[in-house]
């Protein structure tokens, strides 16, 4: 199966040269570049927050792990209607309103440091800063992949996400530090300061780049939508358990044995992740998504088995940068064969739904992941993630076999 058409890509029956491949991302970059500004007003305040609420405003770790994570609430329950508004109003259209509601957070976190001595208050303001910066990933996140898949054709919907994930993932890690420094030489209210300043930057260049025409035709329901996308989805879920173990507990594994430099493993899964998302994306197009994705299940779930049975920490750094080299494009090999599953009108709201199921893992695999660590330790957390990539391989194989019945030998892959 495949979703590319030569009316959605006119370079389909082109041969590739590296003057086109360059061209096209030239077309990618400027669309992702605004969900960078939108991951960067997330990750700026990451790491300051749970200090904030638990030391400055008294409440418990528990309060101050919820006031980060009422965020990714948000973000599950509006996937549905950022998926609707880019389907129907436009991708420019939708990440504009998405800047907007990064903007509005930045506005609530500076009000919450302003309101500090009334630690109530403050918090109230904070938790609806958290809200709307939800509200705000979603329309970004869901808009700029349309947007790009606008501009380059559906042919090159795995690099447009790819490109996206490497914006997202980039401007975090670029974030959380550059947030720990202002607050720290400036104050925790420049934090809503720069958000705003990034939201309404973000916005103005926003302006400046072309939209593109909505897609006529068929729109499915939600519900129909979802549904479609439901396997998928479900594989996703299961391969992202091993992204949330090492960004949840990696820290705290290495601290169980007495290890050091527990933040080095993050950076080499991070480093892989990306470098993986920017020389191998191409293998999406030429192989296809299921066989990418199979590749993939398969060296995270090697990765995360060498981070179980980890003697010594330089076994570990190999798991956690294999893991993030073999997960880097899970997300990509296998949103591109869901939203090929649906009519073009319709492709927001089927990326929206299956960025559902990632939502879900990294809400499910934290407390899920912190009773097996009660139960079996620390390095138990990882040989539950490594089953759940092997139960991602065999459902992706399924899914590969079905394929292959439904579209016959000439199936396009």
């Not at 400046?208 to 329901?221: F, K, W």
């Not at 480093?271 to 398969?298: D, P």
Request: a positive charge.
């Amino acid at each position: 199966m495949s979703a590319d058409s030569p009316a959605d890509s006119p370079s389909s029956g082109a041969p590739r040269s590296p003057r086109n491949e360059f061209a096209t991302t030239l077309q990618i970059i400027p669309v992702v570049f605004f969900t960078f500004v939108c991951y960067l007003t997330i990750g700026i305040p990451l790491a300051v927050l749970p200090g904030y609420v638990h030391n400055d405003l008294g409440f418990s770790a528990v309060v101050a792990g919820l006031a980060i994570s009422v965020q990714y609430l948000a973000t599950l329950a509006s996937r549905a209607l950022a998926g609707r508004s880019a389907d129907t109003l436009g991708p420019k259209k939708t990440v504009s309103n998405g800047l907007i509601a990064c903007g509005a957070s930045g506005i609530g976190l500076l009000l919450a440091a302003l309101t500090g001595h009334w630690p109530a208050l403050s918090l109230t303001l904070l938790v609806m800063s958290r809200l709307v910066l939800g509200f705000g990933e979603s329309l970004c996140g869901t808009g700029a992949i349309l947007w790009g898949i606008g501009r380059v054709g559906t042919a090159n919907n795995a690099r447009v996400i790819s490109w996206n994930g490497i914006a997202t993932y980039g401007a975090l890690a670029i974030g959380a530090p550059f947030g720990v420094v202002i607050a720290r030489d400036i104050g925790f209210a420049a934090l809503g300061v720069a958000v705003i300043a990034l939201a309404a930057t973000g916005f103005a260049l926003a302006r400046l780049v072309p939209t593109v025409p909505l897609v006529h035709g068929e729109r499915m329901s939600y519900r129909s939508v979802f549904a479609r996308v439901l396997p998928h989805g479900l594989g996703l879920a299961l391969g992202s358990a091993g992204f949330g173990s090492i960004a949840t507990f990696i820290t705290l594994f290495y601290a169980a044995r007495h290890w050091p430099n527990a933040a080095l493993s993050l950076t080499l899964f991070g480093t892989m992740f990306i470098g993986a998302r920017l020389l191998f994306a191409n293998t999406i197009k030429t192989y296809g998504g299921f066989r990418v994705a199979i590749a993939s299940f398969s060296l995270e779930c090697v990765g995360l088995l060498l981070l179980w049975l980890a003697p010594v920490p330089h076994v570990a750094l190999a798991g956690a940068a294999l893991t993030g080299f073999g997960f880097a494009l899970v997300f990509p090999a296998l949103g591109v064969e869901a939203v090929g599953l649906v009519p073009p009108a319709s492709r927001g709201a089927a990326l929206s739904a299956y960025s559902v199921f990632l939502d879900l893992s990294l809400g499910i695999t934290g407390p899920l992941a912190g009773y097996i660590a009660g139960e079996f330790g620390y390095g138990s957390v990882y040989l539950f993630a490594a089953i759940s990539a092997a139960a991602a391989i065999a459902l992706t194989t399924v899914l590969y076999q079905r394929q292959a019945r439904v579209s016959g030998p000439s199936a396009v892959v």
